[in-house]
T-cell receptor, first 112, second 111 residues
C-alpha cells in the first residue's frame, strides 16, 4: 500500500506567481489534512477536507490560499500571488476514519 | 501560552541510553495523543498513538499519558544512532479533527 504522495517535492516560485501543491492520500483514506511547517517552528494545521467538502479551514490564511479535494484526483492546495513569507514545507496527511494521520514527504516551497 | 509545550533540545545521549521525551498541554479537551518522528527534510512518521490516560508499549517505545497533569511522555529504550531525529508530540480533541503539535525535540544518539 503506497503511502501519502505529494508533488512536486520542491517548488520554486517568484513573488506574485501561483503555487499548486498536490496530495494523493493513501488508498482507502477519505480524510485529507494540510499542514505548514516554517523553519524552526512546529507543524501548523491549515485545512481539513473530505471528498468535495471543506470540513475545517480554521488554519487557512484568509486571502490567497485555497484548497480542494475533488471527487476524482488529488487534493490541491493553491497559493495565489506568493510572497516570501509563504516559503515553508507543506505537508499533507491522510486518515482512514479517525485520529491516526499519516503524512506525506512534503513539498518545499521557496519564493524568490 | 502555547497549547502544547515541548522542549526543543537538542538532547544528546549515548547509544544504549533510555531517552525520555515530554510534552505538556493546556487544553483539557485533548483526548488522542500521538508521537511522530521526523528525520531532516522528511515527512513526520507516526510512531505511537494513545487514547486518554495510560501506557502503551511498542517494541523499544513506550508512550505514557497523564491527563490529570496534562503531561505526555515517550520513552525510547536501548537508543540507537538511527533514532537521531526530531520527535513531535501531537494531540487532538476527537476523531477526524486537526492535530495540534509541539515544536519538536531534536534527539542525537551518539556512538
Amino acid at each position: 500500500n503506497a503511502g501519502v504522495m505529494q508533488n512536486p517535492r520542491h517548488l520554486v516560485r517568484r513573488r506574485g506567481q501561483e503555487a499548486r501543491l498536490r496530495c494523493s492520500p493513501m488508498k482507502g483514506h477519505s480524510h485529507v489534512y494540510w499542514y505548514r511547517q516554517l523553519p524552526e517552528e512546529g507543524l501548523k494545521f491549515m485545512v481539513y477536507l473530505q471528498k468535495e467538502n471543506i470540513i475545517d479551514e480554521s488554519g487557512m490564511p484568509k486571502e490567497r490560499f485555497s484548497a480542494e479535494f475533488p471527487k476524482e484526483g488529488p487534493s490541491i492546495l493553491r497559493i495565489q500571488q506568493v510572497v516570501r513569507g509563504d516559503s515553508a514545507a507543506y505537508f499533507c496527511a491522510s486518515s482512514p476514519v479517525a485520529y491516526e494521520q499519516y503524512f506525506g514527504p512534503g513539498t518545499r516551497l521557496t519564493v524568490t | 501560552q502555547k497549547e502544547v509545550e515541548q522542549d526543543p533540545g537538542p538532547l544528546s545521549v549515548p547509544e544504549g541510553a533510555i531517552v525520555s521525551l515530554n510534552c505538556t498541554y493546556s487544553n483539557s479537551a485533548f483526548q488522542y495523543f500521538m508521537w511522530y518522528r521526523q528525520y531532516s527534510r522528511k515527512g513526520p512518521e507516526l510512531l505511537m498513538y494513545t487514547y486518554s490516560s495510560g501506557n502503551k508499549e511498542d517494541g523499544r517505545f513506550t508512550a505514557q499519558v497523564d491527563k490529570s497533569s496534562k503531561y505526555i511522555s515517550l520513552f525510547i529504550r536501548d537508543s540507537q544512532p538511527s533514532d537521531s531525529a526530531t520527535y513531535l508530540c501531537a494531540m487532538n480533541t476527537g476523531t477526524a479533527s486537526k492535530l495540534t503539535f509541539g515544536t519538536g525535540t531534536r534527539l542525537q544518539v551518539t556512538l
